[in-house]
């Protein structure tokens, strides 16, 4: 199987270790109804190039595996991708860029899909630029009335007791909101996962250093969680994030 032989050359390569592949499939017991699996995160470049590597293909098939055995065991479990499509206007499976080329879904999750019996429509995607959307909408809402949301010359900024700073949105012209940062965004994430009726989310991150171009800081996705709480998300959010030799979950 495809996904199988992708798993054993990385073992096999070093490029993964065996303990981290069944750490990453030790969280089924976690998984409760309502709950939304997802994976394989990546971003549509400008180029059309996809940023694929054995990292995201792991971690779909992590979050394909887990969903496969569970779906007839529990109420309402789907499969969900996180795509980063900043700058393009997306339909559900195609993106038209602003050259009219098409963004078609890799080939190699597809493979990853059918061994487990499922289509592409069996998928929920979710659209980042969808989601800066969404999230300035929300930003708008509320910012006037959180006491540690703070402006200055660069733009809107989460201030935490510990004197540490994190930027929410960036200073933009003629917009006295801004453009929102990856926090926002992941917070939008949350509420997203949550309007669809979950009430948890289980999402593989590979955050090695060779996906740093798709992931280059994932404490921002941290960061977008505690913004999603402090907009009053009830979903329980559980990332786990994995390199090469090691998983940390914030679970």
Not at 103 to 119: D, S
Request: proline share 2%.
């Amino acid at each position: 199987m495809y996904g199988n032989i992708i798993i054993e050359d990385m073992i096999k390569d070093g490029k993964i270790s065996k303990e981290v592949y069944k750490k990453l499939l030790s969280f089924e017991s976690v998984i409760r109804s309502d709950c939304i699996i997802t994976g394989g995160h990546f971003m549509l470049r400008g180029d059309q190039k996809l940023g694929l590597n054995d990292g995201t293909k792991l971690s779909l098939q992590v979050a394909t595996e887990l969903f496969s055995k569970l779906v007839n065991k529990k109420k309402n479990i789907k499969l969900g991708m996180l795509i980063n499509n900043i700058g393009s206007t997306c339909d559900l499976n195609i993106c038209y860029t602003s050259s009219s080329s098409k963004f078609i879904f890799p080939e190699e999750y597809t493979k990853m899909l059918k061994e487990n019996n499922l289509e592409l429509n069996d998928l929920l995607i979710f659209w980042e630029k969808h989601l800066r959307n969404r999230g300035k909408k929300e930003f708008i809402k509320r910012v006037r009335k959180i006491d540690n949301i703070e402006e200055n010359e660069e733009g809107w900024w989460l201030k935490e007791k510990t004197g540490k700073n994190f930027i929410l949105t960036r200073r933009a012209l003629k917009d006295p909101y801004g453009t929102p940062a990856c926090p926002l965004i992941m917070a939008a994430y949350a509420l997203e996962q949550e309007r669809k009726g979950f009430k948890s989310s289980l999402n593989y991150w590979y955050v090695d250093s060779d996906n740093f171009e798709n992931i280059p800081n994932h404490f921002m996705i941290e960061k977008g969680y505690e913004v999603a709480k402090m907009f009053d998300v009830k979903i329980k959010v559980m990332n786990v994030y994995f390199t090469k030799d090691k998983v940390i979950t914030n679970f």
